[in-house]
């Protein structure tokens, strides 16, 4: 299986997030085809994946009004038609429904999006490795 990762990240955490999850598939033979910001994708990465993994970060008042940052520069990225999905956000407190609501962007481009996780800032390590097992869980790997 080849993946893209995609990440919207402002202080970094969803950034080093989607670089663990990249190390965390590779070391089961997954292929990383790039790690590019969603803002200035690596179109090639985008091409050449089976996966696409887009991650962003929770923005709200912490208790009411969470959600995706950056939805209109995903709904921006190109056309996924095709290929497989698979989300993740970063958060301090509370998701909510973030990820319903990043999932059904993704939907949006024509992916088919099998699922998400939401990682705690502070524990990026062990959630990047739950989300990247589960991900080879629910998808043979095609190595
Ligand atoms: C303006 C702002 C609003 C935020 N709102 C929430 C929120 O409503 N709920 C939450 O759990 N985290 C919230 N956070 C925390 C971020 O989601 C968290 O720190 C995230 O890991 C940041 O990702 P980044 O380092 O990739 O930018 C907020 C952060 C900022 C800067």
């Not at 080849?2 to 965390?24: D, P, V, Y």
């Not at 090639?44 to 912490?62: E, K, N």
């Not at 996780?117 to 990247?132: G, I, P, V």
Request: glycine share 10%; aromatic share 6%; proline share 4%.
């Amino acid at each position: 299986m080849k993946a893209a990762i995609l990440f919207e990240s402002l202080t970094g955490h969803t950034r080093t997030a989607g670089e663990l999850i990249a190390a965390n598939l590779q070391q089961v033979g997954w292929g990383i085809t790039g790690v590019s910001p969603v803002r200035r994708p690596e179109m090639a990465s985008i091409q050449d994946a089976d996966m696409v993994i887009i991650g962003t970060w929770v923005h709200g008042l912490f208790v009411v009004g969470q959600g995706p940052f950056g939805l209109a520069a995903i709904a921006g990225l190109p056309a996924l038609r095709g290929k497989l999905a698979a989300t993740y956000c970063t958060f301090a407190l509370n998701p909510a429904k973030t990820l319903d609501k990043l999932d059904r962007a993704v939907s949006q481009l024509g992916a088919e999006v099998i699922g998400g996780l939401a990682l705690h800032r502070s524990k990026l390590n062990a959630h990047s490795e739950e989300f990247a097992a589960r991900l080879t869980a629910n998808v043979p790997a095609r190595v």
